[in-house]
């Protein structure tokens, strides 16, 4: 079961394990936070708890450009300094930043009670990077298709190439994807014909399948993306305030323990795509990877480090695995369970033997299972401090949200039948946007 969240870094979201003493393994943030600093027109910037899951003014930087800034390659000895990230904020937003600048903060246990349970529970991956030091399109593209055919956000017509699906077709795998709002998948058009097929299922039918043992080999977790619908939208990806996540992320890991027939052989891959522009401080390594894009770009790192947690019987309890894992290495442990000794793609192969080497999750996995009892996630109320009407319809103007907008429409355009009966949701929000931007004047 593999469940992707938008846009958060490994510090950002589970850097208060070892802060607090909860995984003194992990590494995550220690005092003194001076050690950290981002220094900005002569001002220290240091990471801090944060005190409210409010919603952010805005997303933060994280296109290919902004993330060169927030890693601060040195000149002088070629490292990557980490020490970019307020800088980086400060550009976009032309404005001085807070002493408390966004970037910086870092969530303690209590906003994120769901991942901090299963960082504790099951098995952290400290060393997880994002594919690729750029944003969401890249680093998606690489988790689910194994190559990237853009270096940065591409408001429309994404290749997908060596996709997941065709990949488990080919090989016979039964899979499903569970999605809770629009798919992320019909940016890209060839994925149309899944998008709008019986193996993408709504998530209402996730709990009920799973405990009916009505199960695939994979299963996808998709949440309901920053965006994109009317809907609630709990994908994590920034300003959305994080609680509507937890309470996705809690769901979820209920229906994997429901059946103990199904959660005695079940792996659950908790990640994110990138960092989306929160402050890290442990450098990524080398690695090379090149688009296939009319021009080819080449990338020399991976991305920025990731939040990472494997959840099942397989793992050791309370584990940090310190391997280095990459999204890839999801791809190198489904070949290594369903095709022995044929990997995903050459290309795959390739790039995963370069020095230091990307490992495939598999490391992670213990040779014997943990018989006890899934342990059951705290069932209190998970507050979300969000403004009314902050989740109502605004038009997007740029980035990710109008590439989902502009999908979308030609979606409904040429499918009309097919996405009432998928996802009629869609329509109401299209009639939604054409009457804001007509109140605004933008139409």
Request: with cysteine.
């Amino acid at each position: 079961m593999l469940l992707m969240f938008e846009n958060r870094s490994f510090d950002h979201m589970l850097g208060h394990l070892s802060y607090q003493g909860l995984q003194p393994l992990a590494d995550g943030l220690k005092n003194p936070l001076a050690q950290y600093e981002n220094l900005y027109k002569g001002g220290a910037y240091l990471p801090f708890p944060i005190q409210t899951d409010l919603q952010l003014p805005f997303d933060l930087p994280h296109e290919f450009n902004e993330v060169k800034i927030q890693l601060a390659r040195s000149s002088v000895n070629g490292k990557l300094n980490m020490d970019g990230f307020v800088e980086a904020y400060a550009m976009k937003t032309g404005q001085q930043p807070n002493p408390e600048s966004e970037p910086m903060g870092f969530f303690t246990d209590k906003d994120v009670p769901v991942t901090s349970f299963l960082a504790r529970e099951f098995c952290t991956c400290d060393r997880w990077f994002s594919s690729v030091p750029s944003s969401t399109q890249p680093n998606r593209s690489m988790a689910f298709c194994g190559e990237i055919p853009v270096h940065q956000t591409k408001l429309q017509g994404l290749s997908a190439n060596g996709n997941i699906f065709k990949w488990m077709n080919d090989h016979k795998i039964t899979w499903r994807v569970y999605h809770d709002g629009f798919s992320f998948f019909t940016l890209y058009p060839k994925l149309w014909r899944y998008v709008l097929g019986p193996k993408f299922r709504n998530y209402k039918h996730l709990y009920s399948d799973m405990l009916n043992n009505d199960v695939p080999q994979v299963i996808l977790v998709e949440p309901s993306y920053h965006g994109i619908g009317p809907g609630q939208p709990n994908d994590n990806h920034a300003p959305l305030a994080i609680g509507w996540g937890e309470d996705f992320l809690r769901k979820t890991y209920q229906a994997a323990i429901v059946n103990p027939e199904v959660w005695k052989e079940l792996l659950m891959v908790v990640y994110y795509d990138e960092h989306g522009g929160f402050y890290d401080h442990v450098p990524p390594p080398a690695c090379k990877s090149t688009t296939t894009e009319e021009v080819p770009f080449n990338f020399d790192s991976l991305g920025v480090r990731i939040p990472g947690i494997l959840i099942s019987p397989w793992v050791r309890p309370g584990s940090v695995c310190n391997e280095l894992f990459d999204h890839t290495s999801v791809l190198q442990f489904l070949a290594e369970k369903f095709t022995p000794g044929i990997p995903y793609s050459p290309d795959l192969e390739a790039r995963a033997n370069q020095s230091p080497k990307i490992s495939s999750i598999s490391v992670a996995l213990s040779d014997q299972q943990n018989l006890a009892d899934a342990p059951q996630p705290d069932s209190a109320p998970i507050l979300v401090r969000s403004v009314l009407g902050d989740t109502t319809c605004t038009p997007p103007t740029e980035g990710i949200p109008l590439s989902f907008e502009l999908s979308a429409r030609d979606l409904m355009a040429r499918f009309p039948e097919k996405v009432r009966v998928k996802y009629p949701e869609l329509f109401r929000w299209r009639d939604e946007l054409d009457l804001a931007r007509k109140r605004t004047g933008q139409v």
